[in-house]
């Protein structure tokens, strides 16, 4: 097919059904792409044209993900790939084992890319990777090169993993669509941790059906058909969350847009913020975030700390010396913060709110403010963002659909609704 590297998943295997399209033909469409467009972009940190021919040459059409090419962050461990968490301290490193999510991914049929970049073990030091879409621009961080190459169709589906708000983040600012699970849904084993308690793996495509597809096939649940008419329209709850005051004027303008939308296409639409108490996980996040991922870094920390970056070093180190107590009453939060979201949201099917401050930000030193991000993480609770329009410099803008823990399957379906309903 012409331009095969253009189809979302869906579409792919739907051409591969009807025998329009190969496995092989997919993945050299898709290695001609990367070949033309990553000498700019950088989103990948190790791909080997010869690896994918031989895997497309495998590959069942017939398997839930069978010849898809798929892109996979480099904070998970691949055996025919070298993995290096972002991190010169890892330059070459070759794991003997896949992660369980890529062990998964070949099993369904998907076609492994490359690797793509990531900031410093998904923490600090950005990576070369640009936005497809203006290069001047960061893709967001930490997932960069996974949002990039799947916004730049080098792949139509990546992994990002998030403890902040690294593909929520990355996807609103490549105008693409991000997911990230319920906590611990896809398995984390092979993933380099840095914080055990909030870092979750999900998945980036360009479309919400994509997203189910995948997540779905490497985590063996059933997250259904977002395509599918739901028979009604949802409650929505607009929730401008603690971080408001973050918000840029773009995404001011976006939330007044968002509103009339929903309103038109028939959804019942109530201001929800949530309680007093949750402004606590402001601080609790970080807390949670940093003290962990300090004593995650220990053999980096004590034994290869000239090759850390400074930023890394200067944030983490001081949480060595923090009194246990501060972890132990930040965690305390966040679990009384868990037990009160779903009465939080009684009356309502979902939440909507800001995927990010605003357009991505100038430059790559800096992957952007994780804001609208970090609270839905620390809860675990299942979000997705949706392309919602552009702001003054022509960028992407995002829209967040937030659900109840274990919801997936209702949270992916009401973002397809709310998408289509945003036109």
């Known amino acids: 097919m012409d331009e095969a590297w253009r189809l979302t998943a869906t579409a792919a295997r739907a051409a591969m059904a009807a025998g329009r399209l190969t496995p092989e033909a997919l993945a050299e469409a898709c290695l001609a792409r990367i070949a033309a467009r990553d000498p700019e972009v950088r989103a990948f940190v190790a791909h080997v044209p010869e690896v994918v021919r031989a895997a497309a040459r495998k590959a069942d059409p017939a398997a839930p993900l069978g010849g898809i090419p798929v892109g996979v962050k480099d904070v998970l461990d691949t055996a025919d790939l070298p993995t290096g968490y972002g991190s010169p301290i890892y ?121 189910a597809l995948f997540a779905g096939a490497v985590s063996g649940r059933r997250l259904g058909d977002p395509e599918r008419d739901p028979g009604r329209p949802p409650r929505i709850g607009l929730c401008r969350s603690p971080s408001w005051p973050a918000a840029l004027p773009e995404t001011h303008a976006l939330w007044g847009d968002v509103t009339a939308a929903l309103n038109r296409a028939g959804a019942t639409v109530t ?34 700390a000239p090759l850390l970056s400074a930023g890394l070093k200067e944030r983490h180190l001081p949480a060595l010396a923090w009194p246990p107590e501060r972890l132990d009453e930040a965690l305390k939060v966040a679990q009384g913060c868990m037990l009160a979201f779903g009465p939080a949201l009684e009356g309502v099917d979902v939440l909507v709110t800001p995927s990010a401050p605003g357009e991505a930000p100038e430059g790559i030193g800096w992957t952007g403010d994780p804001a609208f991000n970090y609270l839905w993480t620390t809860l675990h609770v299942p979000c997705v963002t949706v392309p919602a329009g552009l702001g003054p410099r022509g960028l992407p803008l995002g829209i967040q659909i937030v659900g109840r823990r274990g919801d997936d399957a209702a949270v992916l379906a009401w973002a397809r609704w709310v998408q289509a309903a945003l036109g």
């Not at 369904?108 to 793509?116: L, R």
């Not at 993933?191 to 997203?211: E, F, N, Q």
């Not at 402004?279 to 980096?300: F, K, Q």
């Open 91 to 211: 330059a070459g490193f070759r794991p003997r084992a896949d992660a369980a999510a890529v062990a998964w991914t070949r099993a369904a049929g998907g076609v492994v890319m490359g690797k793509t970049v990531t900031t410093e073990f998904a923490v600090r030091a950005p990576g070369p990777t640009r936005n497809p879409l203006n290069l001047a621009h960061t893709p967001g961080g930490s997932s960069s090169g996974s949002a990039a190459a799947v916004a730049d169709f080098m792949v139509p589906l990546a992994f990002g993993t998030q403890t902040a708000g690294s593909i929520i983040r990355p996807a609103a600012y490549c105008g693409i669509v991000g997911y990230k699970p319920s906590f611990g849904m896809i398995s984390r084993a092979g993933m380099k941790v840095m914080s055990h308690s909030l870092d979750t793996i999900g998945v980036m495509a360009r479309s919400v059906a994509d997203c």
């Open 271 to 304: 201001e929800r913020e949530l309680p007093a108490a949750f402004n606590a996980l402001v601080e609790a996040h970080p807390s949670i975030m940093v003290a962990e991922t300090a004593r995650a870094l220990g053999w980096e920390l004590t034994t290869q």
